[in-house]
């Protein structure tokens, strides 16, 4: 049967024969390459191109970049710990330390005792007082300091026995600032003059 | 067994020949050696025509296997083997071409006493006389050979030792009948008295008278066929008649030839090989020179060819190139797959890698929110505290301003009130807004009102940057004049 088919092939002229030689590993090749390797390329190309981007995914410093901030942020907080226990501390100081100045504190009786001593200059000082009014403000002012009251004087003396009994009201070992200080010069009697104090302190 | 040694087939036995010693058998026991057969004339058709020697070998086959059928005489029912010689002559070849039928093949050798299974050469006996040529001498003769047989005669024609043509005769069988006398008496006649009338007694001029009349005839046809050849190739003439008849001349043939105009030596073919007889001897000389390369005449009409092994074929060449390639590219294709295998493999490792990567840079992610969660409500704590800090530093830095302020409020008053007193300027009011600012309404004599300004230049070199006065109005001989001072520059 093999041999009769061979037989017929070799019946067959010359350059026929030749023909089937090159036409056979041309066929095999291009089945080979349709069939197989062309998929098989691309396929190639295909996870190439996957290996390529995976690879690049890999060499990402992502994770060393968040383990190193971690790292610094650990660092950070150590540190931020550390400070705060350094502010607390020093919170705790200046707390104590504005809790041992009572004359930040301005109280009914301290104001009294202003007052007191008020007259009691004015008094000395020969000057006379024509009013005194008192006003409670709390207005903020600098830090933890308000503008507690404010106490409005008008008076009447000498010149200089003014300026005398002011620098006594300014004696006060209360956190006091004298303001908006008016005095009426006047040729026929003692000048008049104004002022106001103004008292500040802390919230106990 | 040599390459180079030959078989020859015969009705009784096999020769095997070696080209020094034949041996005889009575099997046909090596089939695998070049066997070789002689096919009796009378099964074989020949036809000779002319055609253009312009035609290739392959075209010239066709050409006669076409002439062999259409004016040869084949049976077109039947199957040949066809072959030919090619004598070129001037402008032209002459063909004469040879076949035999499948059949008479058969019948031939189904005569045998031993099976045939291949026969390489099945050839016409008249071309096996070449091989008596050996030498270049004795190619320098025209020479005719009358080969006399129980079953077949010829006479065969060459012309310098190259076989050009052939005539069948008469064989002894054939006298027998047409003579009526017995075969052996025939050979016996022949062998001993030849032609010869004065060998004849008188009771035997008769049988003689017979024989020359066939014989004369026979010999009429060859000389016909000698003139014939003349005409084409040149053939001077003959010049030694070889009698090829069981080792025996034939006495008084020559007369046969006198008649025209031949005078050729007559001899009886003697050469002999061995016990081989010459006729048989001269077969193994031509099959053995053939096979072994001599460039003698053949004509191949077997139909038992030797079946080539099957890697001689051009399809098994073709399934070998077709396996060969498969096999390079399946082995391509398992190291293409295992590249790619390797590659997926890879490709798989990365993923997981990427993948554990992710799943990690995801929890670092988290954990990182979360410490920088910590981080913020820690700085949000400091920044409090820090806050709370300034409060209190600010508290503590603004407390002993606020104490000095009277001092400063003091001081700035006190300034004032010596340059006033040193000019001995009067003032109607004086207004101090705080420690920075003072506003003074000042009142002079016209003819000192020079003390103003002096009064302000005063202040300006005690260092308060800014001393101005905005409305001086003169009033009664008096002027009044509101001067502002204060410890800054006002822009």
Redesign the interface.
């Known amino acids: 049967m ?2 009769d ?6 019946n ?1 002229d010359s350059r026929t ?1 030749t023909g ?2 090159i036409a ?2 041309l066929v ?2 291009t089945l ?1 390459y349709f069939l ?2 062309s998929s ?1 390329l691309d ?2 190309d295909t ?2 191109k ?2 390529d981007a ?2 690049k ?2 060499n990402k410093p ?2 060393r970049l ?2 190193a ?2 790292v610094r ?2 660092k ?2 150590v540190k ?2 550390t ?2 226990e350094q ?2 501390e ?2 705790h100081f ?2 104590h ?2 809790d041992s ?1 009572s004359f ?1 504190f301005i109280s009914k009786k301290s104001i009294s005792l202003f007052l007191d001593k008020l007259l009691d200059n004015s008094l000395n000082k020969g000057v006379l007082i024509q009013a005194i009014t008192l006003h409670n403000e709390n207005k903020p ?5 308000k503008l507690k009251k404010v106490i409005d004087v008008n008076a009447s003396g000498r010149f200089l026995n003014e ?1 005398s009994f ?2 006594s009201v ?1 004696k006060s070992t209360m ?11 006047q040729e026929t009697d003692k000048p008049l003059f104004s002022f106001e104090v103004k008292f ?1 302190g ?1 919230e106990k | 067994m040599a390459e180079n040694t030959i078989v020859l087939l015969d009705h009784e036995h096999t020769v095997v020949y070696d080209g020094q010693k034949p041996v005889f058998d009575t099997k046909n026991k090596n089939p695998e050696l070049f066997t070789a057969l002689a096919v009796p004339l009378k099964y074989i058709h020949s036809f000779s025509f002319k055609i253009a020697n312009t035609l290739s070998d392959d075209e010239l086959a066709m050409k006669a296997e076409l002439r062999m059928y259409k004016e040869g005489g084949l049976d077109v029912q039947k199957e040949y083997r066809i072959d030919f010689i090619k004598y070129e002559l001037d402008h032209e070849y002459l063909i004469e071409a040879f076949a035999l039928s499948l059949d008479d093949f058969n019948r031939y050798i189904a005569d045998f006493s031993y099976k045939i299974d291949v026969v390489d050469f099945t050839f016409p006996r008249f071309l096996a006389y070449e091989a008596l040529y050996k030498t270049e001498e004795t190619k320098k003769s025209n020479d005719l050979y009358i080969y006399i047989s129980d079953d077949e005669a010829f006479g065969a024609i060459y012309q310098n030792g190259k076989y050009i043509g052939h005539r069948i005769i008469n064989s002894l069988n054939a006298i027998s009948k047409r003579t009526g006398l017995e075969l052996v008496k025939l050979k016996e006649y022949l062998k001993e008295k030849g032609f010869k009338r004065e060998n004849y007694g008188l009771e035997e001029t008769l049988i003689l008278d017979t024989i020359v009349e066939v014989f004369s005839k026979d010999i009429e046809k060859i000389v016909y066929s000698v003139n014939h050849k003349r005409g084409l190739f040149g053939l001077s003439g003959i010049d030694t008649v070889l009698i090829d008849f069981e080792g025996h001349s034939l006495e008084g043939i020559e007369d046969f030839f006198s008649p025209y105009g031949f005078e050729p030596v007559i001899k009886p073919l003697t050469q002999h090989t061995e016990q081989a007889t010459p006729s048989l001897s001269v077969l193994l000389e031509y099959v053995f020179g053939l096979h072994n390369g001599a460039d003698f005449y053949q004509v191949n009409l077997t139909h038992l060819e030797r ?1 080539k092994p ?1 890697f001689e ?6 399934l070998v ?2 396996l060969v ?2 096999v390079f ?1 399946a082995l ?2 398992i190291f ?2 295992y ?2 295998n390797a ?2 493999n ?2 798989v490792i ?2 997981g ?2 993948k554990k ?1 992710k799943k ?2 995801e929890k ?2 988290l ?2 929110k979360k ?2 969660k ?2 913020d409500q ?2 949000k ?2 920044k409090e ?2 806050d ?12 002993p301003m ?2 000095q ?2 001092i400063k ?2 001081k700035m ?1 006190n300034d004032v009130l010596k340059v006033l007193k040193k000019y001995r300027l ?9 420690e920075k600012s003072f506003e003074i309404l000042l009142i002079s004599q016209s003819d000192r009102r020079g003390d103003i300004s002096k009064f302000m230049h005063d202040l300006i070199e005690l260092g308060y940057k800014n001393v101005m006065t905005k409305d001086i109005t003169y009033e009664d001989g008096v002027y009044k004049s509101k001067i502002y001072i204060s410890v800054k520059e006002v822009g």
Do not use: C, W
Not at chain 2, 313 to 318: I, K, L, N, Q
């Open positions: 093999l041999r088919k061979f037989e017929e092939i070799e067959l024969k089937i030689y056979i590993p095999l090749f080979f197989f390797l098989t396929e190639f996870n190439r996957k290996t995976l690879q995914e890999l992502t994770l968040v383990s901030k971690i942020l650990k950070e907080i931020n710990k400070a705060i502010d607390r020093q919170l200046f707390q330390k504005l100045k930040l002012y600098i830090g933890n300091l300026l002011l620098r300014e956190l006091i600032k004298v303001e908006n200080l008016h005095i009426f010069l500040y802390v | 079946k099957l074929y051009v399809g098994f060449r073709y190139e077709t390639i498969t590219l391509l294709g293409v797959s590249y790619l590659q997926h890879k490709l990365l993923e890698k990427v990567q990690k840079i670092l992610s954990r990182f410490i920088k910590q981080n820690l700085l704590v400091k505290l820090e709370k800090i300034f409060v209190y530093d600010t508290t503590f830095r603004v407390i606020i104490g302020i009277s409020r003091q008053m009067s003032a109607s009011s004086i207004f101090q807004k705080d």
